[in-house]
């Protein structure tokens, strides 16, 4: 109670700096190692440190915080309302040292490649009271204002457009978070699953709002024909409905804004509608 009156006291220009719903993250103590050695987290969150070792103590102490010997099996946990880079060690184990990075806003992007120019959301968790916050993007010549959205119940999500590899930040006011690094690819892989009546599609890296075009290898137009179009929904998914009663060859591509220009094409899949 006493280091958490004296890291209240200390930040009270900073008091509307808790999360609408705070996390609580996990250290685990194994050996004579913390893992995660550190941990970003929003501020208000609570840290967790457990440990696992079979026989050793360990403490987690800083020059804030203080957990005393922990037993094997046994536990501290310790609040974070402000901001800023917490380091700390154990006393028992000298070797042994970890950090804390407490950030007002925190953004994270997709966990895979995507398609250039392709529609991506970022989401991310804001402290209580930030409402505005702009999102910006740098592509090696400095950052720049790309969106700009709205935090709500403490979280917030954008959309951009990457025309490379590129880092993105959220910032509101003079609180910034930590970049997130968004990749590129210009190579699509369009994949089919086909049922009688339906056939699924997925491209990867994800282009979500993408056209593709289902076609159909018909000997009387001497080749592949597009029988109809779609566009990729949010987890870069499409479905058509197979409307034939022969069997046919049919295949998905993937096109350029115009719905012609190919940029990708499926596997050949022999599609029994009986």
């Known amino acids: 109670m006493r280091v958490r009156a004296f890291l209240l006291a200390g930040v009270a220009a900073l008091a509307s700096a808790v999360p609408a719903a705070a996390d609580t993250n996990s250290v685990q103590i194994v050996d004579t190692a913390y893992n995660p050695q550190r941990v970003v987290v929003l501020a208000g969150d609570t840290v967790g440190w457990r440990n696992s070792s079979f026989i050793n103590q360990h403490t987690v102490t800083s020059t804030e915080f203080d957990s005393?010997?922990?037993?094997?099996?046994?536990?501290f946990f310790h609040d974070f309302p402000a901001a800023g880079t917490y380091l700390y060690v154990c006393t028992i184990h000298p070797i042994m040292a970890g950090e804390v990075d407490v950030y007002g806003l925190l953004m994270r992007g997709p966990a895979r490649a995507v398609a250039r120019g392709a529609e991506t959301t970022l989401t991310g968790r804001a402290a209580a009271g930030v409402d505005s916050i702009v999102v910006e993007e740098d592509t090696g010549s400095g950052f720049h204002p790309v969106a700009t959205t709205h935090a709500r119940d403490g979280?917030?999500?954008?959309?951009?457009?990457?025309?490379?590899?590129?880092?993105?930040?959220?910032?509101?006011?003079?609180?910034a978070s930590p970049s997130?690094?968004?990749e590129v690819s210009d190579r699509s892989d369009v994949n089919v699953k086909a049922s009688r009546r339906r056939?699924?599609?997925?491209?990867?890296p994800a282009n979500p709002g993408a056209r593709v075009s289902l076609q159909f290898k018909l000997r009387e137009r001497?080749?592949?024909?597009?029988?109809?179009?779609?566009?990729l929904n949010r987890r870069s998914d499409a479905r058509f409905e197979i409307r034939r009663r022969k069997p046919v060859w049919a295949r998905v591509v993937l096109t350029q804004s115009?719905?012609?220009t190919a940029l990708a094409a499926s596997a050949a899949v022999r599609v029994h509608p009986r």
């Open 68 to 75: 005393g010997p922990i037993v094997p099996s046994g536990g």
């Open 155 to 175: 979280r917030f999500r954008a959309t951009v457009h990457p025309p490379a590899n590129a880092a993105y930040r959220a910032i509101a006011g003079s609180v």
């Open 180 to 182: 997130v690094q968004v």
């Open 199 to 204: 056939l699924w599609v997925h491209v990867d």
């Open 222 to 231: 001497f080749g592949w024909w597009t029988v109809a179009r779609g566009r």
């Open 258 to 260: 115009d719905g012609w």
